[in-house]
């Protein structure tokens, strides 16, 4: 059996988490046994801004007990040179493609949301929100009217599914949620990784370069999950949990709390065919008797 | 499609360690790899102790840690360590029987030399790792090692007919080991220098074989989460920009750096923004 | 040499977080020995409330990597039951007592204010804002426009310093920060604990009796580093940083990044007497050549 | 201050192990502690293996556990463990050479027995350990033992002349250890009954003491974090509401509590509130 997610038919509930799994680099490294066994359900690709970016300069990792911190910062080949060499190749790809995308500023996400609106390969748009409004100084995703104002601003642009992931920095995620789905959002996906610091302990100035950087893996699961619930309950679109997820049990604990899909992050980097593992895993739990996965269902 | 490299299998791998011996600090395990391609000269894998690494548990270390084959045969592949932190603590502990994670071969291979030259390894520390494979692959008569003192120089035995130079004069020549490079461009130039090792000493290399026109493949490393392009953790600085060290690396020609040094780190990139008032006990030295 | 925190003298930077340590039960548990080797330099008493409180149903701890999560619920025995039983004792304590309050509403903690100003056992104020203001819906340490109402609501009661500790769950700390800095505040604290959830991994419902509980402990250490850096760059009141410290070297970051003083909580649970070790890992640290700390200084 | 316990040094000690025994799937521990005090019967310590628990590099088991005194005799204690999950493992395999980071003795011991009544032992499982200290300390010979089967019931030992039951008959009586408590108390109810074991066993000890009105001490478990009253985190219901079981306890009076069942758990506290849209892939079984 499959599933069907906004609309998109999906042979199980495990994709990939925005940025976290490079498909043309994967298959540089593993030649074409990444696609006879492609590991997600679908294939999320890492954020797409309008200009070219080259990221922060490095040192971009940082291990954490239980998960890492990263400073990326977003590189990218910018939206005309994803379109023409990376569109094609990811088009390729056996599942359905999930476009993530960012902008600076409203009409910034309206160019990206509109020039994906014309490419049948892309099946849905991930929105990117956690980043500040030049105009407004505002996160994008972390208030709910500016989350609202922004997808006011492109739900028109296209009939393609737009996903909203959300921040976890933010006093009130399931606000932002609610705004999202009031003003044409088919889905949340969350949470997004949290705002962490570390020092070179040598120098005791901050090791990475671009100061801060975002938590991920195990260390973030609580608080994932946390979130999730909350989302889940405040609104009836679909939603896309993540956040640590490394097994089946992380994953059936997230739809527990309400998650429609899931995606699986960080243990990609430990485990590149992590998503396979888990969906098995996750198929495992829920074909035995339900007594014993829920005390009541 | 053609590749650049010998591809992993796609996925991680139980290998089981079936040798451990120690050189002076460093420990080399043997681990057996039927499954996998036989990797090229330069190649790493990620390794995870199956064991007390991460996973339900979470501990550090979490992630998995990138190291250059040093041998490949017959179904078997060796990697040389050198403890300086968790991970590689871990690693050196293992004994035969327990067994490693292992995703590789991975990255960029050393290319065949130009031009009909004579290989010239240089290596340096932990760093010589990729030089016994490539040694084992390529003729490579000139081999120039160089260690901190006698103890770290018993890795040197890893390869054949190898010039050893210690920092404490206590084994070969007293000094560093681009002394003896500078001596052996100065007899031959027709060469191609492989070399590996600290950044300070791949760096050295780069520059006098700048000065002598001598092209240099250099295999350098970068904390790296995932090995195989898909954290963009890795980059280091080339003339073209930032690029992945896992998937357009690890051996980079000498021509595509400005520097080795600050390569995967960027001075003064990360800084405090100095706290506006005064901390009052740090700045006294902080008696209790 | 000692130092000065909102005018009080510290003999040292190290105190503990409110709700991590009991001294009256300490004290039955380890007798005087408390008293002769008391591990902090100031006492920071677990939350009061006005009225009385039992607290969340059990179970209500929870174990993750590298931390841990509470949902204790804030059970005390009231403003008149801590003021006739606790308030007594804990004024023996070696050191400055710090009070820690929540209210529900502003004229609650007006109450609690009021109350404490006339004590001169109690040497300073903590506002714990990480709870709704059941008369707006919002949590009054997660939006600039609250804290700052709040502090102006109470500010003129008391001339006692008054720390605000910051909830970790909020969009911006810093802004929070320095809306409590411009209605007067003398310090702020941070971090309390980051909302998380686990599920019982029988049953898969919620584990905790609070359904959602608090994250504590290394596994919030990047986090609480980054956001002590922030408020630190953002006002110009003493920090008081707090958040997985477990070490001198803990302890020195979240100097490096900003705070004046560090308090310790989780780790007390692991070894009770945390609070003493960290001190002395930090004095040695700081008198290390300087450039052992940082590049330059 | 006069003090209803024994109280503990204030700090965390290392305690060497000496001495490690298996009983079935049980382990003992002794440790030296010449620094402690002598504990009483009932009292607990919180311990923490020295290496690879927590601290530096985090994993779990992250916080210390609570343990009994199985037995205190000139300065060295005695634990007895059972391995339920990452601690309680992490303990069992220490050897002797390895060290234990303890805090204690903490809690409320055992009282003695009311109007001169004679002492009844009762435990089951790992629960005989405050009980072994006890007989130690007082003169106990009735001491009714309960186990799963022989394997376990071999930990029996541990106490001097126990009668056993076990769920499988292998050994001893084939019932619950309850069936021999109600022939005692059948045959002499001037006892004062000391009882620790699984919540089941001890709230069928509760209910059986109370038809026969005999005082009974209940030593109870909950989730503890600290141990000595910092965190809150180990209350237990009573007849007088929510009481920190580390401090107040583990000891208590049979007559404090309601029910054993769920004294620190709160039936259907945690509720997920079922999330509105239906989840067609969990209804489905979940096939992919
Ligand atoms: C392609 C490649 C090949 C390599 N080949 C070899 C080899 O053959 N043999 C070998 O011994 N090594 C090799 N290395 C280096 C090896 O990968 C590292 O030494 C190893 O990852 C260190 O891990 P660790 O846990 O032992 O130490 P870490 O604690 O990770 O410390 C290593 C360094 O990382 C930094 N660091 C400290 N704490 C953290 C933290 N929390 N998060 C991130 N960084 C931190 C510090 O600069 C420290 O000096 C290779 C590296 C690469 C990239
Ligand atoms: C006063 C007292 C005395 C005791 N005396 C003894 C004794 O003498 N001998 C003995 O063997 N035991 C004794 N115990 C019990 C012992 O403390 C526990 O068995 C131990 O803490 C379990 O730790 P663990 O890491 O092995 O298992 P855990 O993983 O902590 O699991 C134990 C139980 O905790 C729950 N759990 C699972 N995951 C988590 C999590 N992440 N966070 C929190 N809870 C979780 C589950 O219900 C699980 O069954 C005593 C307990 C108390 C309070
Ligand atoms: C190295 C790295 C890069 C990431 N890049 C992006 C990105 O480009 N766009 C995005 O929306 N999220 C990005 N994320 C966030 C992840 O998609 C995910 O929300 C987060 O890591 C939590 O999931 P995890 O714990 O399973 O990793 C990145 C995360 C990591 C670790
Ligand atoms: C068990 C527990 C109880 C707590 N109770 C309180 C409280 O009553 N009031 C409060 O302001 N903070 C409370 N906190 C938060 C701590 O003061 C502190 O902000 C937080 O735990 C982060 O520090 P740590 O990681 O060192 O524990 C509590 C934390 C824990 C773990
Ligand atoms: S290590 Fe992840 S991209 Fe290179
Ligand atoms: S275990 Fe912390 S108060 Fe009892």
Redesign the interface.
């Known amino acids: ?1 499959s ?2 997610f906004c609309g998109i038919e999906l ?3 495990i994709i990939n988490a925005s ?4 498909a ?11 696609l006879e ?1 492609f590991p997600f359900a679908a294939f999320v690709s ?1 954020t797409v801004t309008v200009k070219p970016r ?17 400073s ?1 910062g977003l ?1 990218n080949k910018g939206l005309a040179g994803y379109v023409e060499h990376d569109l094609p190749e990811l088009a390729r790809l056996p599942v359905p493609l999930i476009v993530n995308v960012m902008g600076f500023s409203r009409d910034e996400v309206g160019e990206l949301v509109r020039a994906f609106a014309e490419h049948d390969e892309v099946a849905a748009l991930e929105l990117n929100v956690s980043c500040p409004n030049v105009e407004t100084g505002l ?1 994008m995703g ?2 709910p009217r500016e989350t609202a104002a922004l997808l006011e601003h492109v739900r028109g642009l296209t009939s393609k599914p737009l996903i909203v992931k959300l921040t976890p ?4 995620p399931a606000a932002v949620a609610r705004a999202a789905e009031s003003a044409g959002a088919d889905a949340v996906s969350l949470i997004n990784t ?20 975002g ?1 991920s ?3 973030v ?3 994932a ?3 999730v ?2 989302v ?2 405040a ?5 896309v949990g993540m956040g640590g997820v ?2 089946g ?1 992380d994953a ?2 997230l ?4 998650a ?1 899909l899931v995606a699986v992050g ?1 243990e ?6 992590a998503g396979s593992r888990v ?2 895993e ?2 495992e ?3 035995e008797p339900a007594g ?4 009541d269902s | 499609m053609s590749s650049d490299r010998v591809q992993a299998p796609f996925g991680r791998r139980a290998a089981a360690v079936v040798d451990r011996a120690e050189y002076g600090p460093y420990v080399v395990l043997a681990v057996t790899d039927e499954e996998g391609p036989e990797p090229e000269a330069g190649q790493f894998y990620m390794l995870t102790a199956a064991e007390r690494w991460g996973g339900g548990e979470g501990e550090r270390p979490f992630l998995p840690r990138a190291f250059s084959v040093l041998r490949a045969i017959d179904g078997e592949l060796q990697f040389l360590f050198h403890d300086v932190g968790p991970g590689t603590r871990r690693l050196c502990e293992l004994q035969p029987g327990e067994e490693l994670l292992i995703v590789g071969p991975l990255g960029i291979p050393f290319a065949p030399p130009r031009e009909g030259r004579r290989l010239l390894l240089v290596g340096g520390g932990v760093g010589i790792a990729p030089l016994a494979i490539l040694q084992d692959q390529h003729l490579a008569e000139t081999v120039l090692l160089g260690f901190r003192d006698a103890e770290h120089a018993e890795a040197a035995a890893l390869l054949t007919h190898a010039r050893v130079a210690t920092d404490d004069g206590s084994a070969g020549h007293g000094g560093v080991v681009i002394d003896l490079l500078a001596q052996e461009l100065h007899l031959d130039a027709h060469r191609e220098v492989y070399a590996c090792g600290p950044p300070a000493m791949l760096e050295a290399v780069r520059q006098l074989c700048a000065e002598y026109e001598v092209p240099a493949q250099l295999a350098l490393e970068s904390g790296m989460a995932c090995g195989f392009g898909a954290c963009f953790g890795c980059v280091v600085h080339t003339r073209d920009g930032l690029i992945r060290l896992c998937v357009d690396g690890p051996v980079l020609d000498a021509g595509r750096l400005e520097s080795v040094i600050g390569v995967g780190a960027t001075a003064g990139a990360g800084r405090l923004t100095r706290p506006p008032i005064g901390r009052a006990w740090m700045a006294s030295g902080g008696q209790a």
């Open positions: 059996m599933l069907r042979a199980h509930p940025g976290t799994f490079d043309i680099a994967a298959r540089r490294a593993f030649g074409d046994e990444l066994h890492k080259q990221g922060n300069p490095p040192p971009r990792l940082w291990e954490l007990p239980g998960g890492m911190m990263n990326i590189p996160i972390a208030d920095n933010a006093s009130d949290l705002r962490g610091m570390a020092l070179d302990p040598r120098s005791g100035e901050p090791w990475l370069g671009g100061v801060s950087g938590v893996g195990p260390a699961r609580a608080v999950l946390a979130q619930h909350a889940s309950a609104v009836d679109i679909a939603v490394g097994s049990a059936r604990d739809m527990l709390a309400g429609d960080t990609s980097f430990r485990d590149p065919t969906a098995a996750l198929s739990l829920f074909s014993d996965v829920r005390r």
